[in-house]
């Protein structure tokens, strides 16, 4: 059975307030809660900057081969290559 997210949010506090009466620990467990929920966005974040990074550098080295192909045309080939 699949329980939503905001049901286990609720169940978790419901037993929280109801069987840890301590504000402190329920503080703690907040923000631990909070902060292990936002892990993976942050490892997204990283993943896609190094993404981000590696798809720029492609796209340079790209933009220099196509650039000395174009540099590099049959009217150039002809008067550098000798036909004798």
């Keep these: 059975m699949l329980i939503a997210g ?3 949010e609720g169940r978790i506090l419901s037993a ?7 504000q402190e620990l329920v503080k703690i467990f907040c923000e631990e809660y909070v902060a292990d ?5 942050a490892g997204h974040t990283g993943i896609r900057a190094a993404q981000e990074r590696e798809l720029a550098k492609v796209v340079k080295d790209q933009d220099i ?3 000395s192909l174009l540099a590099w045309t049959p009217s150039r080939r002809s008067t550098s290559v000798n036909t004798n």
């Design 6 to 8: 905001t049901d286990l």
């Design 16 to 22: 929280l307030s109801e069987r840890l009466m301590d």
């Design 37 to 41: 929920r936002n892990r993976p966005r």
């Design 65 to 67: 081969l196509v650039n």
